[in-house]
C-alpha cells in the first residue's frame, strides 16, 4: 500500500503554469503506474496523464496532449504534473493515483491522494 500527497496547486490565469507534486510514502517507480486525474463539479473523475513503470512510457488526454507534462523524481518518491498554456477548462480537484494498469481511466487505479485545487481564471 501506498500513501500520496498532493501539493502545488492554486489560482492562475489563463496561459499560466502550475507545477503539481505529489509525494509517495515509497518508491513506487518500480511498483506503480502512477498517475494524474482531475475532477470538476458535477463532472466524472478524468485521467490527464500516466506514467508507466520505470517511467518508459507516458500517456495524456487528447484535451491536456503537447501542454501538459508527467514526470518522477525517483530519489524524492515524487510525481510532478507541468501544466503549461492553463485554460479555464483546466479548473478542477487534481488527484494522484497509483494502480497497477496503463490507463486513463480512474477505475484501474488503487490508490488516491486527496487531491489539490487548480483553478484558471480568463
Known amino acids: 500500500q501506498v500513501q500520496l500527497v498532493e501539493s502545488g496547486g492554486g489560482s492562475v490565469q489563463a496561459g499560466g503554469s502550475l507545477r503539481l507534486s505529489c509525494a509517495a510514502s515509497?518508491?513506487?517507480?518500480?511498483?506503480?503506474?502512477m498517475g494524474w486525474f482531475r475532477q470538476a463539479p458535477g463532472k466524472e473523475r478524468e485521467g490527464v496523464a500516466i506514467?508507466?513503470?520505470?517511467?518508459?512510457?507516458?500517456m495524456y488526454s487528447d484535451s491536456v496532449k503537447g501542454r501538459f507534462t508527467i514526470s518522477e523524481d525517483n530519489a524524492r518518491n515524487t510525481l510532478y504534473l507541468q501544466m503549461n498554456s492553463l485554460k479555464p477548462e483546466d479548473t478542477a480537484m487534481y488527484y494522484c493515483?497509483?494502480?497497477?494498469?496503463?490507463?486513463?481511466?480512474?477505475?484501474?487505479?488503487?490508490?488516491w491522494g486527496q487531491g489539490t485545487q487548480v483553478t484558471v481564471s480568463s
Open positions: 515509497t518508491y513506487t517507480s518500480s511498483k506503480y503506474i
Open positions: 506514467i508507466a513503470i520505470f517511467g518508459t512510457t507516458t
Open positions: 493515483a497509483a494502480g497497477y494498469r496503463f490507463s486513463l481511466s480512474a477505475g484501474t487505479f488503487d490508490f
